[in-house]
């Protein structure tokens, strides 16, 4: 029973069973006064997650990097197969430069008073897979203040405890919330459950949930739900999600996976316990004696109230009175209440509070940040707004090579949408081959399909660009897109792709022209001009109108033409611009067949990037 104990936690040797009679097959070890989770898991050559798992099974909460004395790590050994003996004091401790620097930074988080606090957790997963639904449950099953009778309000995120430990569940799952909030530079989740339902498996918005969670570096833990369906088939999502780059635990993998049903609430204490432990791990501190700083997760108008918002505290405690920034607004709290809707005077990290007394509404995803008083919060609002007119920068490939240049740049994240999946690897390996001394080309996520606004949202919050290879851009991701400066470029031919982005990684590539639109006129009559030409006597209603522009004939929403304004006039005088508001003549390059109610577009073109 003993000969296979080693790296099994499931058929741990009976270690009352023998006395002394084992000692041939069992693996001896030395284990020194004090060791890391990490170095006895090394030693063991089991995972650290499994390290921790027993840990608690004997009562104890640690992290991969707490030390834990001889005593326990014996027993623990023990558990795994081992005999441990003590060190001598001679001998060199396996030496871990790793565990050095971590034990420094352990010292020094003690001197400046960091202590552990709760994960801020996001739900992702495809549609209708059950994000809703398990938030619900995990919710009402965990909900830590049943004072005020149960009644939850909707506040961005709550809070649940379990064995004595908060988690905190931002309650707007998926990964566009996510990931337009990375996009504004808050990034407040620690860890995202990933819901995986267990009838449908791996679909493409799971696929797209891995990719940011990963973009962004959060760790993953998946939950397979809807395991009471007749149709559930766990083992076929695990390989799915194996075949998406998750393995599971049990495959000999290191990603986290629990069966769950939010219909039947089963499974959910178990998700909540393996939350905890990928939290152990992620060993997150913050300093609750310090002034907060945190971000907001939701603000709107109360007609009675005045301006609300949840504000997430990352790090130091939020007082009732305090005087706090939140992006361009400010003012003093002057009621705070949590997630169940009690009145509260403090609040500490990663816990959720809807403050009062702020002079107006903020945005999501702005930081907050509590400061001494009203001098203070007045300069730090003019800071905010400076720095928010200095545009964050984007990458364009036009001037990528500047940016790599000064070392702005040092990975080229790359959005990559096809038109079949078949086309995504060619891609993908030709671009990452591109990679130089300098610049790593990484395709941060890929698929078939339309370039859609969350793509696009991804390049925001990950500072790349998208490549749309023989597929469409959605009008909603053009336009924001165009709003963010976000590069979308469109191929038909991979030679072409490949190429460009080749270009742009030496600084060979000619700049590209956009179309910027500076007025748009409507026509409400035409006149006889010189020599058989027309002349539209026109309205302008939006921007101006200049001699020179050009212009787009549109008639019933198709353009019809591009040229340009060759003559301009108002009244009987030739004029250089007019404004909006204003009527005056045109006339159009090459052009007579100008229509009433056509609409005239003039633009500019300019360099891109
Ligand atoms: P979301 O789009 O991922 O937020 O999915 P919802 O939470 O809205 O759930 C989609 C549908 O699946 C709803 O009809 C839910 O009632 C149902 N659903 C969610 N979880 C489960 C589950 O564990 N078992 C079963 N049978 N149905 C579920």
Known sequence: MVE????????????????????EDITTIEIAATISVRELAD????????????????????????????????????????????????ARRHPSVISEIKKQQLLSEESINLKPRPAVVTIMGHVDHGKTRLLDAIRQAN??????????????????????????????????????????????????????????????????????????????????????????????AKQQLADAGLVVEEWGGDIVCVLTSAKSKTGISDLLENILLVAELENLRADPSQPAKGVVIEARMDKTKGPLATVLVHDGTLRLGDMVVTGSTWGRIKAMFNDTGKRIRKAKPSSPAVILGLHSIPQVGDAMTAVAGERQAKALVRDNQEQSQRESKVVSLTNLFDQISTGDVKELDIILKVDVQGSVEPIRASLEKLATDEVQVKTIHSGSGNVTESDVMLAVASKGLVLAFNTKIEAGAQKLAEAEGIDIRSYKVIYDLVGDIEKALKGMLTPEFVDVVEGRAEVRVV????????IAGVYVNEGKVSRGASVRVRRNDQVVLESSVISLRRFKDDVREVAAGYECGVGIKDYNDIRVSDVLEFFRKEKAG
């Open 4 to 23: 296979e104990g080693k790296n099994n936690a499931d058929k741990q040797p009976d270690i009352n069973e023998g006395n002394g009679s084992r000692s």
């Open 43 to 90: 030693m063991l050559e089991v995972s650290a997650i499994d390290i921790i798992k027993q840990l608690m099974r004997n009562g104890i909460m640690a992290n991969i990097n707490q030390v834990i004395d001889y005593e326990v790590a014996a027993a623990i050994a023990a558990e795994f197969g081992y005999e441990a003996h003590p060190q001598p004091l001679t």
């Open 143 to 236: 909900v830590m203040d049943t004072e005020t009778g149960g009644i939850t309000q909707h506040i961005g995120a709550y809070q649940v405890e379990i064995d004595g430990k908060k988690i905190t569940f931002l309650d707007t799952p998926g990964h566009e919330a996510f990931t337009a909030m990375r996009a504004r530079g808050a990034q407040v989740t620690d860890i995202t459950v990933l819901v995986v339902a267990a009838d449908d498996g791996v679909m493409p918005q799971t696929k797209e949930a891995i990719d940011h969670a990963r973009a962004a570096g959060v760790p993953i833990v998946v939950a397979i739900n809807k395991i009471d369906k007749p149709d559930a088939n766990p083992e076929r």
């Open 527 to 534: 006149f006889q001009g010189a020599k058989h030409s027309k």
